[in-house]
DNA sequence: ACTTGAACGAAACGGAACGTTTCGTTATGT
DNA sequence: ACATAACGAAACGTTCCGTTTCGTTCAAGT
């Protein structure tokens, strides 16, 4: 018996390689610590715990709290950034009941509000947000360039810059905890933030 | 001499009541620490010692963190929530341009993304959030109410969702460190705002 | 006038999480 | 075979948490 106890569980070192299980127990801890107790509850020493994995693994691959968030929110499954119904408004439509239905019944929700919080106090943090977002807005702003070609939209729409109002809506609703938005409400919200970027 | 030292500086008890002087200081020194260095250090130690308070003084006044920020929050001189230049579009330019001189150049920007950012970690925080935005949106629509009147806004337009959704835009831009938006690009954020709510 | 009681700043408490170091073990790569 | 590196566990000193204890300074009630 070479250790104490508890052998039969632990996982150890597979040599001078990172440990691939160990990666997923620790990404799945934190997740799972995100989703139950909130960003309060996040803590290295916690996520440790849960995965049974030893602290200075954790700071070696992951330096920075910020991290590991970010590395959680890279895991998750993403919605449709750019739908393609063949009009300005189903299309917004679409991209945020499926962006609500994702960060409502998924774990996006609770991980990406933690990520927000983050970057509020980690420059690194907010730095690494706002290049993602940036390719979001610049992906989803493929929307607004179809609909200028369909000659739907006043030529005026700047696409990223629209894509960036249109889910500033849906952010400051994660953040104050009220994304029940029912379904018709949700699309007078697209009637307010569309009406006026359609040719007359 | 009845005190070991520093008897002239140290403020004392006032009797069987709050004593203002310590209110204020420590008022003072939780928004210098959190302009000079932002949420992450701000805490309770870190007040008290800036303030020459004793924690217990801090926490009979003030139960958590979240209620001393919000404290700090409501001192700040506030920009009027409902300008009324007669024309929809230039009150709107007019609020957000007002919000966005008093989160730069004053320290209302840096207090308030610490409120935000303490309301994904306290429950507390994020009710009094929410009621402090409600209030702030039945306001506010006094700008869509008025415009209503004047028959210059169709009769769809919800005034307390249209102030939601047009002060989402610059919540967003304050989280995420970009409020730097010239004139010419605020007129031509608000034109994507409001264009669809006026009568056409 | 005297006593009671509450607020004040300072200091110290035990607990939690920080980020780091030390250790013995495991297994790869040379 | 041997150096190297990752692994989990444990312990380190530090910081901040929220609370308690202490001696003081006064206002309010008797």
């Known amino acids: 018996m070479t250790t104490k ?13 990172r440990n691939p299980a160990s990666q997923d127990a620790i990404l799945q801890a934190a997740e799972e610590i995100l989703v139950e107790g909130g960003l309060g509850s996040f803590s290295i020493e916690a996520v440790a715990r ?12 992951w330096p920075t709290r910020a991290i590991l968030l970010l590395d959680v ?6 919605v449709d950034i750019a739908p393609d119904t063949g009009a300005i408004e189903t299309d917004i439509f679409q991209l945020l009941n499926d962006l609500l239905e994702f960060w409502n019944t998924g774990h996006g929700g609770a991980v990406f509000r933690s990520v927000i919080a983050e970057a509020q106090t980690d420059p690194a943090a ?18 607004f360039r179809r609909a200028k070609a ?9 696409p990223e810059l629209a894509m960036e109002i249109i889910t500033s ?10 994304l029940d938005i029912a379904p018709e409400q949700l699309r007078l919200v ?5 009406q006026g970027l359609k040719v007359p």
């Open 5 to 17: 106890r508890a052998a039969e569980t632990r996982r150890t070192s597979i040599g001078a390689q």
């Open 126 to 143: 907010s730095k690494a947000l706002a290049a993602y977002m940036a390719e979001r807005y610049q992906q989803g702003g493929e929307i």
């Open 50 to 61: 849960r995965a049974h994995a030893g602290k200075p693994t954790i700071y070696r691959w």
């Open 150 to 158: 369909r000659g739907e939209v006043v030529d005026w729409v700047v």
């Open 169 to 178: 809506f849906v952010w400051k609703r994660l953040l104050t905890d009220r």
């Open 190 to 194: 697209v009637r307010h933030l569309v």
């Open 73 to 78: 929110y890279h895991r998750q499954k993403f």
